[in-house]
């Protein structure tokens, strides 16, 4: 859990459409879970793209390798101090590092998404986890599901 504080509330801020840009970003984490759940960490690897951030990329090979969760937490946390990142790229990173401490962590994908959503405030949180919720009830059964 990312240790806060004012300079870093200070540089969370951001506008409401930007903070949309969220959703996606916690989908995939969602998948990402649900994956590693099924398959192990090792098959996260396929899951890498040349598009990905910088510091998703960094950090999914980090949870592939098996970095102990402490040391994770510090060398990703490590990024959020020394980068000067503010409004939605900082907001991005913070929920980028949340993501992957709960993938390490080995979270259900709905406890991650609760985590994550979070970032949306007290206000919004409710209604993205709801909607969320709902996109993955409504997803088609793998085949052989019960």
Do not use: H
Not at 48 to 58: C, I, K, Q, T
Not at 73 to 91: H, I
Not at 127 to 144: D, F, I, K, S, W
């Amino acid at each position: 859990m990312i240790q806060w504080n004012a300079e870093f509330a200070r540089r969370l801020s951001c506008r409401e459409e930007e903070k949309r840009q969220m959703a996606p970003l916690i989908r995939r984490f969602m998948d990402l879970a649900r994956i590693a759940g099924r398959e192990g960490y090792q098959s996260l690897e396929a899951s890498l793209s040349e598009r990905d951030d910088p510091l998703l990329a960094l950090g999914l090979r980090l949870v592939i390798e098996g970095l102990p969760e402490p040391a994770l937490e510090d060398v990703l946390a490590t990024y959020l101090v020394a980068e000067d990142r503010s409004g939605w790229p900082f907001l991005k990173a913070c929920v980028i590092i949340e993501g992957l401490l709960a993938l390490a962590a080995a979270d259900e994908p709905a406890l991650l998404a609760r985590k994550l959503v979070a970032y949306y405030g007290a206000d919004r949180a409710a209604a993205v986890l709801e909607e969320l919720e709902r996109e993955t009830e409504e997803e088609p059964r793998a085949e052989g599901a019960t």
